[in-house]
């Protein structure tokens, strides 16, 4: 059994890596919810739904996130009547589908956990998909100038093209861990850290009284693969993100960040010069190539993090 733990859509392509490599139902994934808003009476879940819909073959390609073959016919007529107002962050009709049945079904009692594992059942996913919690927590970013916002208004609203002074993951104390996630980590014969952005997505999931504990236990059985390549996120502000709150953003940086909980940090061959000072942070350090550019470089890269973590 493999456990990783995910945020949206670079965690997404790295769980589908490693579905082509071992069989998906022997892989569960846990999965940040910090990034979860309410929006028109809807709880939207974006890294949960992104994970469900790559394994279940149903994401947009394009984008990573939402559905293929998507319209959005309620979306242009919600801009028609708010004049744009309400329609900063774009619901396709599909996707509307899953976000109607997951509130549905949080109104009726069921919790995220549980309804997760219905809508990943309707995809054919055959992974445990495993919210990080059932209990609220909501990733806040502070903007320089000091107005706090919730994470899509800073990640869409603004393009994430604000610069960030602070992040908090609000009601975190109090969140319980997900039905499931820390039996998975427990008993996980390696504990796979996907390239999602360390602060945003991967740092909440940690964040969880006792997921970053039983984490940290396991240490020598769980490996990361860097976000950072060369200095630079492939996708999305991490490389930014990452600098702005203090760390360096590089291998090194990410070793640092993650030393405490992870043994092992697979770096891309371009990085291959940061070896010594990535393991001078007290982290083993494997050198492959990790670009997820196609199938055969993605199951490559999961060869490479299944060897790295299960051989420990
Ligand atoms: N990302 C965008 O950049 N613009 C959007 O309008 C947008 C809508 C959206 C709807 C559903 C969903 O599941 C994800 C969506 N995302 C959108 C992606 C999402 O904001 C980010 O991928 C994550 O929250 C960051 O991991």
Same mark, same amino acid.
């Given at each position: 059994?493999?456990a990783?733990?995910?945020?949206?859509?670079?965690?997404?392509?790295?769980?589908?890596?490693?579905?082509?490599?071992?069989?998906?139902?022997?892989?569960?994934?846990v999965?940040?919810?910090?990034?979860?808003?309410?929006?028109?009476g809807?709880?939207?879940s974006?890294?949960?739904?992104?994970?469900?819909?790559t394994?279940g073959?149903?994401a947009?390609?394009?984008?990573?996130?939402?559905?293929?073959?998507?319209?959005?016919?309620?979306?242009?007529?919600?801009?028609a009547l708010?004049?744009?107002?309400?329609s900063w962050?774009?619901?396709?009709d599909?996707?509307?589908?899953?976000?109607?049945?997951?509130?549905a079904?949080?109104a009726?009692?069921?919790?995220?956990?549980?309804?997760?594992?219905e809508?990943?059942?309707?995809?054919?996913?055959a992974?445990?998909?495993?919210?990080?919690?059932?209990?609220?927590v909501?990733?806040?970013?502070?903007?320089?100038?000091?107005e706090e916002?919730g994470?899509q208004?800073?990640?869409?609203?603004?393009?994430?093209q604000?610069?960030?002074?602070?992040?908090?993951?609000?009601?975190?104390?109090s969140?319980?861990?997900?039905?499931?996630?820390l039996?998975?980590?427990?008993e996980?014969?390696? /504990?796979?850290?996907?390239p999602?952005?360390?602060?945003?997505?991967?740092a909440p999931?940690?964040?969880?009284?006792?997921?970053?504990?039983?984490?940290?236990?396991?240490?020598?059985?769980?490996?990361?693969?860097?976000? /950072?390549i060369?200095?630079?996120?492939?996708?999305?502000?991490?490389?930014?993100?990452?600098?702005?709150?203090?760390?360096?953003?590089?291998?090194?940086?990410?070793?640092?960040?993650?030393?405490?909980?992870?043994a092992?940090?697979?770096?891309?061959?371009?990085?291959?010069?940061s070896?010594?000072?990535?393991?001078?942070?007290?982290?083993?350090?494997?050198?492959?190539?990790?670009?997820?550019?196609?199938?055969?470089?993605?199951?490559?890269?999961?060869?490479?993090?299944?060897?790295s973590?299960?051989?420990?």
């Amino acid at each position: 059994m493999i456990a990783a733990v995910a945020g949206g859509v670079g965690g997404a392509r790295m769980l589908r890596a490693l579905c082509s490599v071992v069989d998906p139902a022997e892989l569960t994934a846990v999965v940040n919810t910090g990034d979860d808003v309410v929006l028109h009476g809807l709880h939207v879940s974006p890294d949960v739904d992104t994970v469900v819909y790559t394994l279940g073959g149903a994401a947009n390609p394009d984008t990573g996130w939402g559905r293929v073959g998507e319209t959005w016919e309620a979306m242009a007529e919600l801009r028609a009547l708010s004049g744009g107002r309400l329609s900063w962050f774009n619901l396709g009709d599909r996707d509307l589908g899953t976000h109607l049945y997951r509130t549905a079904r949080l109104a009726e009692g069921a919790g995220l956990g549980q309804v997760t594992a219905e809508i990943a059942a309707r995809f054919g996913v055959a992974t445990r998909v495993l919210p990080m919690s059932d209990d609220p927590v909501e990733t806040r970013v502070t903007l320089a100038g000091g107005e706090e916002v919730g994470f899509q208004e800073y990640f869409v609203g603004r393009g994430h093209q604000v610069q960030v002074s602070a992040v908090r993951f609000a009601g975190v104390e109090s969140a319980r861990a997900g039905p499931g996630v820390l039996e998975a980590l427990s008993e996980a014969d390696a /504990i796979v850290i996907c390239p999602s952005n360390p602060v945003v997505s991967v740092a909440p999931v940690l964040a969880v009284p006792g997921v970053g504990e039983v984490v940290a236990r396991r240490r020598e059985r769980v490996v990361a693969v860097s976000p /950072i390549i060369a200095g630079r996120a492939l996708k999305g502000p991490a490389d930014r993100l990452l600098a702005e709150l203090g760390h360096e953003p590089s291998v090194v940086g990410i070793a640092r960040l993650w030393s405490p909980w992870a043994a092992t940090l697979v770096v891309d061959v371009a990085d291959a010069g940061s070896a010594p000072a990535v393991e001078a942070a007290g982290v083993r350090c494997v050198v492959a190539p990790t670009v997820m550019s196609g199938p055969e470089e993605s199951a490559g890269l999961a060869r490479t993090v299944l060897r790295s973590g299960v051989a420990a």
